[in-house]
């Protein structure tokens, strides 16, 4: 079992920069990835950025270059730093975490994104 609990989560402005962090505890595999989806009002939940245990990264097209994924082992960690954020941006964040050998998924319960125009 793995519970994941996210933070950082805010309002700023068009073109400001928010940090989240999500905490992983439980029983966590040390082959996994974890990531950081988004879902905006009326819309669908889209992945956003990826980071396996390895350290590779993936990351939808429509942030690269502004988001970074990164991950603390030690301390069961995952952050994504997010520069110049639009309101299209805005959403409820979630943290996810799929892991060997089921790799069945794990969320958090998300938290909110507002950036104002």
């Known amino acids: 079992q793995v519970q994941l609990v996210e933070s950082g989560g805010g309002l700023v402005q068009t073109g400001g920069s928010l940090r989240l962090s999500c905490a992983a505890s439980?029983?966590?595999?040390?082959?996994?990835?974890m990531g950081w989806y988004r879902q905006a009002p009326g819309k669908q939940r889209e992945l956003v950025a990826t980071?396996?245990?390895?350290?590779?990264?993936n990351y939808v097209n429509s942030v690269k270059g502004r988001f970074t994924i990164s991950r603390d082992n030690a301390k069961n960690t995952v952050y994504l730093q997010m520069n110049n954020l639009t309101p299209e941006d805005a959403g409820v964040y979630y943290c996810?975490?799929?892991?060997?050998?089921?790799?069945?998924?794990?969320w958090g319960l998300g938290t909110q994104v507002t950036v104002s125009s």
């Open positions: 980071m396996t245990s390895g350290g590779v990264t």
């Open positions: 439980g029983r966590i595999s040390s082959i996994n990835v």
């Open positions: 996810n975490m799929a892991a060997f050998p089921t790799w069945s998924q794990n």
